[in-house]
């Protein structure tokens, strides 16, 4: 089994225990559920940076980036920074997030929250709805077709935004479809964990102009930024570069500002 297949199995047996302890009745009942949500996609097409910035305590490439930092500080640091989004990872087992750092970083800021998550069933759509998400992740790597499809059409009747995630061609051509509004290109091989941009390279041109294109994993630099935009790209997502600093919001300014002509 490789991580991500380890992943997704335990990840099944959260959502079969979350779904036995919360019914979906009580999490539409969530004051969250009611509000109006608001687009990344949209703000990424108004944006002269595009940056999503990410609140990422570890992952399974690199078992600790940032422990210490309050994620309601990460938040306001990166509203202020002027990002057009942020991610938040809320699985607890490889990531160490949660859906309270969902909760937390919604209540003290107004932009584009994005729940970072394996989602498998449409109960995390809900749960994400319901901690203050606006947008949702999905990926093509641990999803059928026709679970893409019913997985975004869920999120779309929920007034969620979906970004779909992809690695190669074979899933973006599985993908493509109109209830995404999002194509994201992870530049990280989930297989070896090696990095390299020319994955989102040489993806953009089988991405239709309709959705955004965004670039994932491995953008550390305003060169790497500014040659991917040429490529179309208007979202780029940005977690271990902020989050292995003292300040991520501060390190996210300082990003934006030399980003801007």
Known sequence: MNILDKIVADKRKEVNLKKSLIP?????????????????????KNSNSGIIAEHKRRSPSKSVINQKL???????GYEEAGVCGMSVLTDGKYFGGSLDDLLLARSV????????????????????LAHGADVILLIAAILSKMEIKNLSEIAKSLELDVL??????????????????MLGVNNRNLKTFEVSLETSKSLSKLI???FVKVSESGISTIEAIQNLKQYGYQGFL????????????????????????
Not at 24 to 44: H, I, K, P, Y
Not at 70 to 76: E, T
Not at 167 to 181: A, G, T
């Open 164 to 181: 779909l995630e992809v690695h190669n061609e074979e899933e973006l051509h599985k993908s493509i479809m109109p209830s995404l509004d």
């Open 238 to 261: 940005i977690g271990e570069n902020f989050m292995k600093t003292e300040d991520p919001g501060k390190h996210a300014t300082e990003f934006i500002k030399a980003l801007e002509p």
């Open 70 to 76: 309050n994620v309601q500080d990460v938040a306001r």
């Open 109 to 128: 800021t107004k932009f584009p929250v994005l729940r970072k998550e394996f989602i498998i069933d449409e109960y995390q759509i809900l749960e994400a």
């Open 208 to 210: 239709p102009d309709e």
């Open 24 to 44: 979906v009745s009580q999490l539409e009942q969530s004051v969250l559920c009611g509000r109006d949500t608001v687009s990344l996609s949209e703000a990424l």
